[in-house]
T-cell receptor
Framework: DAKTTQPNSMESNEEEPVHLPCNHSTISGTDYIHWYRQLPSQGPEYVIHGLTSNVNNRMASLAIAEDRKSSTLILHRATLRDAAVYYCILRDHTGNQFYFGTGTSLTVIP | DGGITQSPKYLFRKEGQNVTLSCEQNLNHDAMYWYRQDPGQGLRLIYYSQIVNDFQKGDIAEGYSVSREKKESFPLTVTSAQKNPTAFYLC?????????????FGDGTRLSIL
């Protein structure tokens, strides 16, 4: 099964951009890359997903490397509400399962 | 508002007791999932269901059971066979199985042993 590797923690100053990296060197050609975030004692919240091309939505941008072995979640202007654990996940080709790692804990400094 | 409702928010289990966690969704989603999360860890899949009256084991199904009699409901029973049930349990749904639609999560049930 393809897995992901993320830094355990990162810090960012408020109102500055944040780049959260993810390595997924064993990704298969049909695996989608999903990002979720989770606040303490809450369920994960969907952020963004993509396959090959970079993606943008109102929450974030997803930059996918050309070889698809890594990706970066970009928060354009971090706010205090963005402090959470961010999970980079691969959805397998059957679509049945998400493989969650331990994620990156993002601290936003006022 | 459409969403996923998990209840109760907190649950306590005595030794040898079965307990059932409720998960209801009004999103008209076909697929539903149960995950377990331990402190400082990611999520691990317990069971999933692609359609009514069908469900499949995930990575850690031992000691758990589920049913899917209605599209909107996917209850999880933690049986006495689950020796380490203390965890945060999350229910999720997605529009269809075999799709790349995102999963929508409830706010979880925290289970503890008395």
């Amino acid at each position: 099964d393809a897995k992901t590797t993320q830094p355990n923690s990162m810090e960012s100053n408020e109102e500055e951009p944040v780049h959260l990296p993810c390595n997924h060197s064993t990704i298969s050609g049909t695996d989608y890359i999903h990002w979720y975030r989770q606040l303490p004692s809450q369920g994960p919240e969907y952020v963004i997903h993509g396959l090959t091309s970079n993606v943008n939505n109102r929450m974030a941008s997803l930059a996918i490397a050309e070889d698809r072995k890594s990706s970066t979640l970009i928060l354009h202007r971090a706010t205090l509400r963005d402090a959470a654990v961010y999970y980079c996940i691969l959805r397998d080709h059957t679509g049945n399962q998400f493989y969650f790692g331990t994620g990156t804990s993002l601290t936003v400094i006022p | 508002d459409g969403g996923i409702t998990q209840s109760p928010k907190y649950l306590f289990r005595k030794e040898g007791q079965n307990v059932t966690l409720s998960c209801e969704q009004n999103l008209n989603h076909d697929a539903m999932y149960w995950y377990r999360q331990d402190p400082g860890q990611g999520l691990r899949l317990i069971y999933y269901s692609q359609i009514v009256n069908d469900f499949q084991k995930g990575d850690i199904a031992e000691g758990y059971s589920v049913s899917r009699e209605k599209k909107e409901s996917f209850p999880l029973t933690v049986t006495s066979a689950q020796k380490n049930p203390t965890a945060f349990y999350l229910c999720a749904s997605s529009v269809r199985p075999y799709s790349n639609q995102p999963q929508h999560f409830g706010d979880g049930t925290r289970l503890s042993i008395l």
